[in-house]
C-alpha cells in the first residue's frame, strides 16, 4: 500500500480564497483524522471520521473550516475562506478501529503546507 | 484544554548517551499511550506504544513506560545515534473509544555526534 496521500504538498494562496485539502486514506482502515500542527499548539485534531461519519468537530476552529468523507477512500478539508493564521501544517491520517494490536494506531501522510498571504 | 502535555520543546543529548523524552496526561479515561517521531517534510510515523495494563515495553534501543498514578509516561532511547533526531510526539487515547488520539505539542531531539 502507498500509505496516506495527501495533495496537495504545498498550497499558497491569498487571504479570502478558498483552500480544499484532499487526502487518500489507507484502504481497508475505517477512521480518518484530521490534524494541523502549529509551532504554538503541536499537532491539533481537527475533526475525525468512523466508517465515513463524522464523530467529533469539536477541534474545528471556525465555521469557515469544514471537511467531508464521501466515501471509504477520500476525504476533504475546506477553509473558506482563508485568512492567513490558518497557515499550517495539515496532516491526515487513518487506522482501523475494531480488535487487534492495530487498534488505535494511526499512519499518516506528509502533510500540506498552507501559506495563506 | 491540552490533555496531553509534554512540557520539554526540546533536548540535546550527545550520540552514545541515553535520551529521556516526558509526558504527562491529565485525561484518566486515557489507557492505550503511544510515541510517534515525525523528521521534517514528513509526517508522525509510530514508534513504540503501551497499554495501561503494563508499566513498560521495550523494543529494541526504545523503552517506554508509564506511571499510572503520575499520569506520566517517558520514552528511553539508549544508546541515542545522530539519526535519532527528530521531533518525538506522545499521544493517548482509550481503547474502548473511537480510535480518536490527542498528542502533545512534541519535543524536539537533537542527538550530537
Known amino acids: 500500500d502507498a500509505g496516506v496521500i495527501q495533495s496537495p504538498r504545498h498550497e499558497v494562496t491569498e487571504m479570502g480564497q478558498e483552500v480544499t485539502l484532499r487526502c487518500k486514506p489507507i484502504?481497508?482502515?475505517?477512521?480518518l483524522f484530521w490534524y494541523r500542527q502549529t509551532m504554538m499548539r503541536g499537532l491539533e485534531l481537527l475533526i475525525y471520521?468512523?466508517?465515513?461519519?463524522?464523530?467529533?468537530d469539536s477541534g474545528m476552529p471556525e465555521d469557515r473550516f469544514s471537511a467531508k468523507m464521501p466515501n471509504a477512500s477520500f476525504s476533504t478539508l475546506k477553509i473558506q475562506p482563508s485568512e492567513p493564521r490558518d497557515s499550517a501544517v495539515y496532516f491526515c491520517?487513518?487506522?482501523?478501529?475494531?480488535?487487534?494490536?492495530?487498534?488505535?494506531?494511526?499512519?499518516f501522510g506528509a502533510g500540506t503546507r498552507l501559506s495563506v498571504l | 484544554d491540552q490533555q496531553v502535555k509534554q512540557n520539554s520543546p526540546s533536548l540535546s543529548v550527545q550520540e552514545g548517551r541515553i535520551s529521556i523524552l516526558n509526558c504527562d496526561y491529565t485525561n484518566s479515561m486515557f489507557d492505550y499511550f503511544l510515541w510517534y517521531k515525525k523528521y521534517p517534510a514528513e509526517g508522525p510515523t509510530f514508534l513504540i506504544s503501551?497499554?495501561?495494563?503494563?508499566d513498560k515495553n521495550e523494543d529494541g534501543r526504545f523503552t517506554v513506560f508509564l506511571n499510572k498514578s503520575a499520569k506520566h509516561l517517558s520514552l528511553h532511547i539508549v544508546p541515542s545515534q545522530p539519526g535519532d533526531s527528530a521531533v518525538y510526539f506522545c499521544a493517548a487515547s482509550a481503547l474502548g473509544g473511537n480510535n480518536d488520539m490527542r498528542f502533545g505539542a512534541g519535543t524536539r531531539l537533537t542527538v550530537k555526534p
Open positions: 471520521f468512523n466508517n465515513n461519519v463524522p464523530i467529533d
Open positions: 484502504s481497508g482502515h475505517n477512521s
Open positions: 503501551i497499554s495501561s495494563i503494563k
Open positions: 491520517a487513518s487506522g482501523a478501529s475494531g480488535e487487534g494490536g492495530a487498534k488505535n494506531i494511526q499512519y
